[in-house]
T-cell receptor, first 109, second 115 residues
Framework: RKEVEQDPGPFNVPEGATVAFNCTYS??????FFWYRQDCRKEPKLLMS???SGNEDGRFTAQLNRASQYISLLIRDSKLSDSATYLC??????????FGSGTRLQVQP | ETGVTQSPTHLIKTRGQQVTLRCSSQ?????VSWYQQALGQGPQFIFQ???????GRGNFPPRFSGLQFPNYSSELNVNALELDDSALYLC??????????????FGPGTRLTVL
């Protein structure tokens, strides 16, 4: 079983749609949680950290459920520029980030 | 931009050769982590250096080795290259006090192809 599991997609959605990504992690000792965004053939870029209380940054909302070991990302009012791969990331060992394989999003006009 | 730079951007090697990849961390950061990203996969942790000492290692063989210099720049060395080493190699810099890892910022990566 992978330490961090994501639905690989692709998710094909029209502009303006709301889309949600889910992620589960296996290590209950995980301490920090993030969503990174990666464009094709580029480096991952931090989208947002994820906190137990849930947090929002503009059109993006992240939620963490420690009991279920589940992380989610909601994107509202999708833009063409949101097309990318979204990586669920967990800091498990205090030194290493553990990445999921990513969920690909394609926003269509 | 993150201020993390890597060189070279692309590299082609043949099996059995050795390669050195370089990373300059963001100003003020003291920790560098290296990751390998194969096509279609998420990055996999190779190792981390904090103040010139290895501070953690992933499930990679000893032919993957590294260094961190006093200015916190870093090198990743891979000996006896194998075809499966073909990947995007990413370095990430962060500021840590030796405890929990803080937010990591990635460089643009080096794309290595092994023929």
């Amino acid at each position: 079983r992978k330490e961090v599991e994501q639905d690989p997609g692709p998710f094909n959605v029209p502009e303006g749609a709301t889309v949600a990504f889910n992620c589960t992690y296996s290590n209950s000792a995980s301490q920090s949680f993030f969503w990174y965004r990666q464009d094709c053939r580029k480096e991952p870029k931090l989208l947002m950290s994820v906190y137990s209380s849930g947090n929002e940054d503009g059109r993006f909302t992240a939620q963490l459920n420690r009991a279920s070991q589940y992380i989610s990302l909601l994107i509202r009012d999708s833009k063409l520029s949101d097309s990318a791969t979204y990586l669920c990331v967990v800091n498990t060992a205090r030194r290493a980030l553990t990445f999921g394989s990513g969920t690909r999003l394609q926003v269509q006009p | 931009e993150t201020g993390v730079t890597q060189s070279p951007t692309h590299l082609i090697k043949t099996r059995g050769q050795q390669v050195t990849l370089r990373c300059s961390s963001q100003s003020g950061h003291n920790t560098v982590s290296w990751y390998q990203q194969a096509l279609g996969q998420g990055p996999q942790f190779i190792f981390q250096y904090y103040r010139e000492e290895e501070n953690g290692r992933g499930n990679f063989p000893p032919r993957f080795s590294g260094l961190q210099f006093p200015n916190y720049s870093s090198e990743l060395n891979v000996n006896a290259l194998e075809l499966d080493d073909s990947a995007l190699y990413l370095c990430a810099s962060s500021l840590a006090g030796g405890g929990d890892t803080d937010t990591q910022y990635f460089g643009p990566g080096t794309r290595l192809t092994v023929l």
